[in-house]
Nanobody, 122 residues
């Protein structure tokens, strides 16, 4: 599975950006798709995820400002950001998981995109 992310850029504080990600190389609907980010000198952290069921998870720091959406059959996911803050500056990574059961044993496979830089100026 390959993930191709796009939509990063430079934006002023208070502005918005829309990040998009498309998965290829699979005919199956991915179990979870989402976004993580890594700021300079910090660990990668969860931003938001969306399961194939539609269940979403948001980091507290972005709740109410970011909205994740996905098209399950097409294996695409988008992150609409708003009210951006300088602390949102980071490389944003698209992620995906495929959960399978093999011979009665559940397994999870993770996939990562190449990252797209979001810079928020004050």
């Amino acid at each position: 599975v390959q993930l191709q992310a796009s939509g990063g850029g430079l934006v002023q504080a208070g502005g918005s950006l829309r990040l998009s990600c498309a998965a290829s190389g699979t005919i199956f609907t991915l179990s979870v798709m989402g976004w993580y980010r890594q700021a300079p000198g910090k660990q990668r952290e969860l931003v938001a995820t969306c399961a194939s069921s539609g269940d979403t998870v948001y980091a507290d720091s972005v709740e109410g400002r970011f909205t994740i959406s996905r098209d399950g059959p097409k294996n695409t996911v988008a992150l609409q950001t708003s009210s951006l803050k300088p602390e949102d500056t980071a490389v944003y990574y698209c992620s995906a998981e495929r959960h399978v059961t093999y011979v009665g044993t559940p397994r999870s496979y993770e996939f990562w995109g190449q990252g797209t830089l979001v810079t928020v100026s004050s």
